[in-house]
């Protein structure tokens, strides 16, 4: 089992992975504070006296506002005198001055690395970034696509491009983009819509696209709604002969968390990514219902022989892993053949995955997140029989989409991973070795919130992002 790292350097675009650790003694003693004691010492101290109200992972605090500020001396007052009308005591008679010096330092140690995520506020006009080792100019494909939520490339040169409320636009290689008919009836509402698309592996011989989306129905006064997948046949204006050929069982109330990315393997076998839908405390962990599923089927839907729980009494035939929240981006490596997922967590803890048949991915048992309003609803990150993220994000960078890089066209990227963030509107370059993310590169700085990313057949990586709504080439400039 790899452990897995969390990336908190700061001030830099690119940085390294690492673990996070508490301010060691040589740290406190460049601060002129004689504080001789263990790390272990100051995590109990901010265990003991801070986690109830703050969260049991200090790095937790790097996803708030800091209304009294955040230098190691405002955190010096803070805990020392504390602020009464806030609900925060003060901690000067129970701590010794190199003490709340102390924790101050290993709160900050903790909360660094949100400074990475501070970017200047260019305009998608300028089109040139840099980064390590390979700059980018942004060449626009297409605009004022809305929502773009997943591309496909055809045959030709031309790309299918979905867009959240239930459009389908065929883009050209030049001019405008024209609209698809023959769509399933899909519910547009908060994180529902129309979703990814994938072609065929065989496209060309059988013209079979796949579709994921919002499935709904009504029930009395409620409109339920679920992750479907339709497979059709395109013809170059519409699409014909509609399947509908998996539905993530049962129907919800909620809005949200639907997951929906597609993936083939080298077997034609389709992966489907299919979010909690708000049901934490059941769903991801049973294998009676589909929530917080990785599921496989093969192209026509039915359900490949070898799937993990197809013996299995009760269980939903479809399921490949189990244990997600809400993945978001899904990919093959096409070095290893293996699949990867980037997923959401709540407040911290996104994490990217090596996907494997049947295991169990955690949530909500293990995680390191915390909730929204900053409470703890679990203690533990690791459990006998739950597998690890090979990489996990604090705060939460919201990862959607993504793609490795085969071409050679990016020399000194092939071989990394690429993930889309779309809280912080940028591309997300993740260096593998030996199936471990070893650094990590912030591309992009504020392009948009990045909802999709893609290796075109032509070589070069392609991303879509949101409002109004483009989809750029990467061009790689010395």
Not at 36 to 64: L, Q
Not at 73 to 84: A, D, N, P, R
Not at 188 to 209: A, C, W
Not at 243 to 256: C, D, G, M
Request: net charge positive; proline share 5%; aromatic share 12%.
């Amino acid at each position: 089992m790899v452990k897995p790292i969390i990336i908190i350097s700061l001030s830099f675009a690119i940085f390294s992975a690492t673990y996070f650790s508490p301010p060691n003694k040589q740290d406190i003693k460049q601060t002129s504070i004689a504080y001789n004691t263990e790390d272990t010492a100051v995590a109990s101290i901010y265990k003991s006296y801070c986690s109830g109200c703050h969260g049991n992972k200090v790095e937790a605090f790097a996803d708030r506002v800091w209304k009294h500020g955040k230098t190691r001396e405002k955190l010096f007052v803070s805990i020392s005198t504390g602020y009464e009308n806030g609900g925060m005591p003060g901690f000067k008679a129970a701590f010794k001055t190199e003490e709340i010096y102390a924790l101050a330092d290993y709160i900050l140690k903790g909360i660094a690395n949100t400074d990475r995520y501070t970017f200047e506020k260019p305009s998608v006009k300028v089109n040139f970034f840099e980064s390590k080792n390979q700059n980018i100019i942004l060449d626009t494909v297409a605009a004022n696509l809305g929502i773009p939520w997943a591309m496909a490339f055809l045959p030709g040169g031309k790309m299918l491009v979905t867009e959240r409320s239930n459009k389908l636009y065929l883009v050209p290689k030049k001019g405008k983009p024209t609209l698809i008919t023959g769509l399933p009836e899909v519910r547009v509402e908060m994180q529902g819509g129309l979703f990814d698309i994938r072609l065929h592996p065989q496209y060309k011989k059988n013209n079979l696209i796949y579709l994921s989306y919002a499935a709904y129905k009504i029930e009395g006064k409620d409109t339920l709604s679920t992750t479907a997948v339709m497979k059709a046949n395109f013809d170059g204006k519409k699409l014909y002969n509609q399947v509908k050929i998996f539905e993530a069982l049962p129907y919800s109330k909620t809005r949200y968390h639907y997951g929906a990315k597609l993936e083939f393997d080298k077997s034609n076998r389709l992966y489907i990514s299919v979010g909690d839908r708000g049901s934490s405390k059941t769903g991801p962990q049973g294998l009676t219902s589909s929530p917080g599923k990785i599921h496989r089927i093969n192209d026509d839907g039915s359900i490949p022989v070898d799937n993990p729980f197809v013996d299995t009494v009760g269980a939903v035939k479809s399921t490949f892993s189990y244990g997600h929240r809400n993945p978001q981006g899904i990919a093959l490596n096409p070095f290893t053949n293996e699949l990867w997922a980037n997923e959401h967590g709540p407040r911290g803890g996104d994490e990217i995955n090596i996907v494997r048949k049947g295991k169990n991915y955690g949530w909500p048992v293990i995680s390191y997140g915390i909730n929204y309003d900053g409470t703890t609803f679990t203690e533990k990150v690791t459990q006998e029989g739950m597998e690890q993220p090979v990489v996990y994000w604090i705060p939460s960078i919201g990862p959607s989409g993504m793609a490795f890089v085969n071409s050679n066209k990016y020399k000194n990227w092939r071989g990394n991973v690429l993930s889309g963030s779309l809280r912080f509107n940028y591309l997300n370059r993740s260096v593998i070795k030996d199936n471990k993310i070893i650094e990590e590169e912030i591309l992009l700085k504020d392009v948009g919130r990045l909802r999709d990313v893609k290796m075109g057949p032509d070589g070069y990586i392609y991303i879509a992002t949101e409002t109004p709504g483009y989809i750029f080439r990467l061009i790689p400039v010395k």
